[in-house]
């Protein structure tokens, strides 16, 4: 064997070996972990009621009636009180499940929460959807922003401060039942490269690490806090129209995303649906080609695609 043959050889080997060094855990974190070994949790016992921001489109409304078919009440939390209440007839309408609705901009300042915090009063909340999120119009460069100061200032309010703040509003209830789940909705440009969505891939970093750190901080007092970070997910923010292989629907993701809702002091924080995009993206490029370099093989159009929820 030539000695060129023989590198090209070992070169495969090191690229094969790698793949299964990166994907086997994640497979197993994942899919095989969550859904068939994992102690899994009913939803129903964490409270009787569930909260959801963002709940009119996307991902949030998926969660949402996904949570009602449980036996879930379910709290929407969203800007448009025509929306809301549209979303609401369409959940009463498929379950038996309550529905309350809060319309509030989350882009406001802080007293929106005091209006919040009237509305769940009362309510036994065990489980919390953090999802209302916003991004850039389209990708551009951080001094080109367009009406920047107020873009910035909105974005987050609405990615950040939304999440600390309804943590710290049902947090309380759960601490004293010894019992919670809180889902945050992150985003996959959190983990890689994202330059023309800097502040937005920024934001969703935030939620993401506060959600690994609040999971260690409360899981011994019963909470789990879970980081859900989609990739390619067919939404109006994402602006993917129509479900494709890369690119489920909302209602396919969440439900995929809900089985791997499980103890988590088994596997961690991070439980991610599976699709095929996030174990190219996500798992497979970073490790094989370096952050860096992953913009050579994922123009920012996609990553502009991940974006979509929380």
Not at 37 to 52: C, E, L, N, S, T
Not at 171 to 189: A, C, H, Q, T
Not at 194 to 208: E, M, N, Q
């Amino acid at each position: 064997m030539s000695v060129c043959s023989c590198i090209s050889t070992t070169c495969v080997v090191i690229v094969i070996l790698q793949i299964i060094k990166t994907l086997v855990p994640w497979l197993y974190k994942n899919l095989l972990g969550p859904k068939f070994f994992g102690p899994k949790i009913d939803v129903r016992r964490m409270g009787q009621w569930a909260v959801i921001t963002g709940a009119t489109d996307g991902i949030g409304k998926a969660y949402a009636k996904a949570l009602a078919k449980k036996g879930v009440n379910v709290v929407l939390i969203s800007r448009s009180k025509d929306k809301l209440e549209k979303v609401a007839e369409e959940i009463k309408s498929a379950s038996s499940a309550q529905v309350k609705i809060i319309d509030v901009d989350f882009t406001q300042g802080p007293e929106i929460y005091d209006k919040i915090e009237k509305g769940i009063a009362g309510l036994e909340v065990g489980t919390l959807v953090n999802n209302v999120g916003m991004s850039y119009a389209n990708p551009e460069f951080f001094l080109s922003i367009q009406d920047r100061d107020k873009l910035l200032r909105d974005i987050i309010e609405c990615n950040i401060h939304s999440v600390t703040h309804m943590c710290k509003l049902v947090m309380p209830g759960m601490v004293e039942r010894k019992k919670g789940v809180i889902i945050n909705i992150s985003s996959l440009s959190a983990v890689v490269p994202s330059p023309l969505l800097s502040v937005y891939g920024a934001t969703k970093a935030f939620v993401d690490k506060f959600s690994v750190d609040l999971n260690t901080e409360y899981s011994s007092q019963g909470i789990i806090v879970q980081s859900v970070l989609p990739g390619y997910v067919a939404t109006n923010m994402s602006k993917i129209r129509k479900e494709t292989f890369l690119a489920p629907n909302s209602d396919n993701y969440v439900a995929s995303a809900l089985t791997t809702l499980v103890a988590l002091k088994f596997y961690g924080p991070k439980l991610n649906p599976l699709y095929h995009s996030e174990i190219l993206s996500r798992c497979v490029l970073p490790d094989i080609c370096g952050r860096d370099n992953l913009l050579r093989l994922v123009p920012h159009e996609t990553v502009e695609a991940t974006t979509r929820i929380a």
